[in-house]
């Protein structure tokens, strides 16, 4: 089974700064997506960013950025110029896929612990 | 915004009573899935349907059962309800370009 780990329960920067969220995972499979997602007080679950294991080139969404190493199997989010709406929950989350004659089918997603981000202004 | 709505937004019931929660969205996406969510934590997989059929289920009871219809809403049905069962209760609706999945702003459960 797949497991994701997020080790920071809490994060804060100064907004207009850098921050960096840690997550690592644990798979056997070859194939699958990596996900952000930001959660806010709204309870929304909103998609920030997505990574796809077979692509070696990291994926950037204007200010937010990450670093995949697959090797180490680590994703980690990097927020630039950080804004006072960025303050969330922010979950790591991993998805199988699984490519076959007929197409792909997914599997569920899997999310880590959650890191909750707090913007000082 | 993601399109995707349900109902209701938070309710209250009674330990043994049964629930029904319910998702829908504008646009039809063929899957859904279902998530839990107890407090300060990730959501956890509960199931998915696609095309109106389960075709995966996490490490919950018989007793959360849910149905896809043909216009893509869907339900949450949990019966004899435990205190444990009070969570934000999340479902997702799947089907763009990389299968990205859209979630519902969730409905709060909170069982006494």
């Known amino acids: 089974a797949q497991t994701v780990t997020q080790s920071q329960p809490e994060m804060s920067v100064q907004e207009a700064e850098t921050v960096t969220l840690s997550c690592t995972y644990d798979t056997s499979e070859s194939d699958y997506y990596l996900f952000w997602y930001k959660q806010p007080p709204s309870r929304q679950m909103i998609l920030v960013i997505r990574?796809?294991?077979?692509?070696?080139q990291n994926a950037t969404e204007n200010r937010f950025s990450v670093n995949f190493q697959k090797a180490a199997k680590s994703f980690s989010l990097k927020i630039s110029d950080s804004q006072l709406g960025d303050a969330a929950m922010y979950f790591c989350a991993y998805r199988s896929a699984r490519r076959h004659a007929g197409g792909t089918s997914y599997g569920k997603l899997t999310f880590g612990q959650g890191t909750i981000l707090t913007v000082h202004p | 915004e993601t399109g995707v709505t349900q109902s209701p937004t938070h309710l209250i019931k009674t330990r043994g009573q049964q629930v029904t929660l319910r998702c829908s969205s504008q646009s039809g996406h063929n899957t859904v899935s279902w998530y839990q969510q107890a407090l300060g934590q990730g959501p956890q997989f509960i199931f998915q349907y696609y095309r109106e059929e389960e075709n995966g289920r996490g490490n919950f009871p018989p007793r959360f059962s849910g149905l896809q219809f043909p216009n893509y809403s869907s339900e949450l049905n949990v019966n004899a309800l435990e205190l444990d069962d009070s969570a934000l209760y999340l479902c997702?609706?799947?089907?763009?370009?990389?299968?990205?999945?859209?979630f519902g702003p969730g409905t709060r459960l909170t069982v006494l």
């Open positions: 990574q796809e294991a077979y692509k070696q």
């Open positions: 997702a609706l799947g089907g763009g370009p990389y299968n990205e999945q859209f």
